[in-house]
């Protein structure tokens, strides 16, 4: 099973952006739905974002209309782009299989602050 790498993280102020990058070989893309999961100090892992091989998305509660999750054929990319972040965004971020597999890739840290 591929592990998919998350990068593109980093510290922010609350209020702006950043765009998560995940790649995947076309094979995850044809069979998979794809997620991004993000995991917060004491708080379990939780689904932020999924698209479907067909393109569909859906968002937690917490992130829609700042959040959008895209998918990128030509460049083999899973990309989660992030707007008007807040504190409680604060988390490691991952990208996995949707369900998630066990083989989890090594996230991203995205920290919010003022």
């Known amino acids: 099973q591929e592990q998919l790498v998350a990068s593109g993280g980093g510290s922010v102020q609350p209020g702006e952006s950043l765009r998560l990058s995940c790649p995947a070989s076309g094979t995850i893309f044809t069979i998979y739905a794809v997620g991004w999961y993000r995991q917060a100090p004491g708080k379990q892992r939780e689904l932020v974002a999924g698209?479907?091989?067909?393109?569909?998305?859906d968002y937690a509660d917490s992130v829609k209309g700042r959040f959008t999750i895209s998918r990128d054929n030509a460049e083999g990319t899973v990309n989660l782009q992030m707007n008007s972040l807040k504190p409680e965004d604060t988390a490691v971020y991952y990208c996995?299989?949707?369900?998630?597999?066990?083989?989890w890739g090594q996230g991203t840290q995205v920290t919010v602050s003022s």
């Open positions: 996995n299989i949707f369900p998630p597999s066990d083989h």
């Open positions: 698209i479907t091989t067909s393109g569909s998305t």
